[in-house]
């Protein structure tokens, strides 16, 4: 976008949120390191913060290869925010970016830390009254680089569990719970890394795909991850993978069965282009 055009959608959203400043302007959905060093954003809100208009600039990303971007948000100097995907099961060289990002007074926000909210795949996981959910968000801030877990919230009981988690610390049972889903999901749990992409001669969207099927499966959100894989183009869908042999099985830097999850995909998403 351009600096005006980014100008304009500022002082919508101003109007919009019925307010005179945005704390923290976010450039959301980051995928690229194009995303991440973007002068026209940088421009745009060094002038909304001249008028008062904007006081923070975050990074938000959520996408598998968002550990580069992060590094190049610490070493542009534009960002004091940010705002990502976190968890127990991928990535253990996030912890040291997230130490560099406090060094360098960038503050963060995390959310996904349920490592794909797939508890209900892992048979016994509660048992004796834990809750899976408060264990994540209890590991998450034992990391004292991470200033505070985001959650959705859908009924007055999850704000309960909320409560009661930042009131206690992750105990020795919880830690053995979370590594017993992290054994049982480590080859199970897309981190949408996009590194089987590459592979694929039908070139599926397969980040995108794995992720609607997550929204479909383990978050209760079936319409939206329907409409969502409805609008991809025909091409990137995975209809053709029934009849591929699945190279994206081997160029899973995690051991994935990645066709298998695409068909199956596939077959809970398909029906609505009817």
Known sequence: DSVDSLL?????????????????????????????????????????????????????????????????????GQYEVFFIKYDFVSYPDQDEILRRAARQGIGTIVFKTNAGNRKHEVKGLEAGGL?????????????????????????????????????????EREVAMLHHYGREMFNRYCRFCTTCEGSCPQHVAVADIMRYEMYFTCYGREKEAMRLYGELPEALTAAACDACVGPCDAACPFGRKVRTGLIDAHRRLEFRRA
Request: glycine share 6%.
């Open 8 to 76: 304009a959608d500022i002082d919508t959203s101003l109007r919009r949120l019925r307010t005179d400043v945005i704390d923290v302007y976010y450039n959301s959905m980051v995928e690229s390191l194009d995303d991440v060093l973007a002068e026209d954003l940088f421009e745009a809100i060094h002038r909304a913060k001249q008028a008062g208009k904007v006081r923070h600039l975050g990074l938000s990303s959520h996408h598998g290869g968002m550990q580069a971007w992060l590094e190049a948000g610490i070493d542009c």
């Open 131 to 171: 809750s899976f959910q408060q264990a994540t968000w209890k590991w998450a801030l034992t990391n004292p680089y991470v200033s505070s877990v985001s959650v959705t919230l859908s009924n007055f009981n999850q704000i309960q569990e909320c409560l009661e988690a930042v009131g206690s610390s992750l105990d």
